[in-house]
């Protein structure tokens, strides 16, 4: 939601693409055996969860702490910066896709959810590859569904508030509160 509201719905596909990259990351640590060891290591478990949620909370504290600009002065800015150097533009696609990528990677949960969930489906008497790819596919297009056909939508119908000045201001406190709440639920949540 908030790269739909910052960068347009269009941008928010690459915020998109990085959590499914994460996704498959996290699917193919499942497959390999190694969510097992997270599952059951409370340290590692720990490690990864303390981890996202620091990254949650920077996310959030540099979205309420960001400089808004005149809805002119912010257009003129996405033009100027599309001749700068991708990895360096935050609004760029290889930065939104790092973005969602890390966001992503760093719930833990995420893994021990897939941990807990894909096994079910699976029978060790197959064939693991082609089961483990369809499921994959199936999570990756409803979470594409879900992200961008959903949540992105949602964001687009608030953009009106991202033309002035007190509304972005509004947004990135918002949107930066959230962060760091999720971020709390995090950490309060135990393993």
Known sequence: MTTSLLYGWRRSFFTVLGQQ??????????AAGLGIIVAQSPILFDVIRYGGAAYLVYLGIRMMLAKVKPAQDAESARVEGAGKKASKHPGSPLSLVNRGFWV????????????????????????????????????????????????????????????SVRGQRALNLVFGSLFILVAAIMVLAGH
């Open 21 to 30: 990259l994460a996704l498959l990351t996290q699917i193919a640590i499942v």
């Open 104 to 163: 992503n990677m760093s719930n833990p949960k995420a893994i021990v959810f897939i941990l807990a969930f894909m096994p079910q489906f699976i029978r060790p008497d197959q064939p693991q590859l082609p089961q483990y790819l369809l499921l994959a596919s199936t999570m990756i297009v409803i979470d594409i569904v879900v992200m961008w056909g959903g949540f992105a939508v949602v964001a687009k119908s608030l953009t009106r508030l991202s033309h």
